[in-house]
């Protein structure tokens, strides 16, 4: 069977001049972030400003935090087709409450074998999830950069691929998201500080560099073994 194309976000865009250049690397999603303790942190108005350049098809994410009704409200109204992401201790109830499509972060803690976590449990908690985003347990919330044992779970032995989207997330970079794909086969890739210079500011080369890793591993994935 033929691996289907992996799909892509880049998250937490700042400049009019990055979001340009992720939609013309070839990105399917780009990420606001409306987290005020981020250093990649937008206001709903400016989300709304840098959503308005993305063309049809390009899907507006809105990241949030452990954001109260009224803000997440304010994104809402700022970019009104986005879709939410929540990444803090969110609630499958205080997900459902914003009446949008969602995606659920699910942090990963190190040493997940023992930790207790149960990915299976946590993706039928959230089943109303569009997808599931996988990162890093890491200190604060948002997202740290930081990639988890990949190996941790037995993904092709349970029906979580087939029942929820996953996003791989968290370290991702040129040089080892095809990995990350080959041994999870996610439904799509989240990255951030693998294509930037400094924190919120984006390389169109590292874009394009980490779109193209991307497609050679779906075209690895592709080939008869």
Request: net charge neutral; with cysteine.
């Amino acid at each position: 069977m033929n691996h289907f194309r992996t799909r892509i976000k880049i998250c937490g865009l700042t400049r009019e001049t990055d979001v340009d250049a992720a939609v013309q690397g070839g990105a399917d999603a780009i990420g606001f972030v409306l987290y005020p303790k981020s250093e990649r942190c937008v206001t709903p108005e400016r989300a709304g400003e840098l959503a308005r350049r993305l063309p049809p098809f390009v899907t507006p994410v809105l990241l949030f935090v452990n954001a109260s009704t009224e803000f997440i409200a304010q994104g809402v109204a700022a970019v009104p087709n986005a879709l939410l992401q929540f990444h803090g201790d969110e609630t499958p109830v205080d997900c459902r409450s914003a009446e949008r499509p969602f995606v659920r972060a699910a942090r990963i803690p190190a040493g997940v074998a023992g930790s207790g976590f149960d990915l299976l449990k946590y993706a039928q908690d959230y089943a109303d999830a569009q997808a599931l985003l996988l990162d890093a347990h890491v200190e604060g919330y948002g997202g740290g950069g930081q990639s988890f044992d990949w190996t941790a779970f037995p993904w092709s032995h349970t029906l979580l691929n087939a029942g929820s989207r996953l996003v791989l997330s968290g370290g991702l970079d040129a040089a080892n998201v095809r990995d990350g794909i080959s041994q999870v086969r996610p439904w799509a890739v989240d990255v951030s500080s693998g294509v930037e210079v400094a924190k919120g500011i984006k390389d169109p080369k590292k874009i394009h560099q980490f779109v193209a890793a991307v497609r050679a591993a779906d075209i690895a994935l592709s080939r008869p073994s």
